[in-house]
Nanobody, 129 residues
Framework: QVQLVESGGGLVQAGDSLRLSCAASGRTFSTYAMGWFRQAPGKTREIVSAISWSGGTTYIADSVKGRFTISRDNAKNTVYLQMNSLKPEDTAVYYC??????????????????????WGQGTQVTVSS
């Protein structure tokens, strides 16, 4: 079992930056692909970004491309989401998730929340205009 704990959310103004962190328990973190999702009120959960177990492959949603960056530190069992130039439409609860399956992943695979096995409790990000 893996436990994921997000932190770093908050209330910021448009144009500001935040860095979200997701700390994982357990020795198997370094074998998991990780994803960041977000869910705004009244909307479905959507992929923001994902990263392979090694950090060598990443996916970024078009809506945040050029503004958000995902990274991980396997020595610290932590995955990060650096969010720059925040916009009001980025307001949502942000969740990190772990995919324990092995092997290379397609883009469609990493974009689907159904393919992730463990989830954090989420952290609220609110961007005011």
């Amino acid at each position: 079992q893996v436990q994921l704990v997000e932190s770093g959310g908050g209330l910021v103004q448009a144009g500001d930056s935040l860095r979200l962190s997701c700390a994982a328990s357990g020795r198997t973190f370094s074998t998991y692909a990780m994803g960041w999702f977000r869910q705004a009120p009244g909307k479905t959960r959507e992929i923001v970004s994902a990263i392979s177990w090694s950090g060598g492959t990443t996916y970024i949603a078009d809506s945040v491309k050029g503004r958000f960056t995902i990274s991980r530190d396997n020595a610290k069992n932590t995955v990060y989401l650096q969010m720059n130039s925040l916009k009001p439409e980025d307001t949502a609860v942000y969740y990190c998730a772990a995919d324990k399956s092995l092997g290379a992943k397609t883009t469609n695979w990493v974009r689907s929340a159904n393919n992730y096995d463990y989830w954090g409790q989420g952290t609220q990000v609110t961007v005011s205009s």
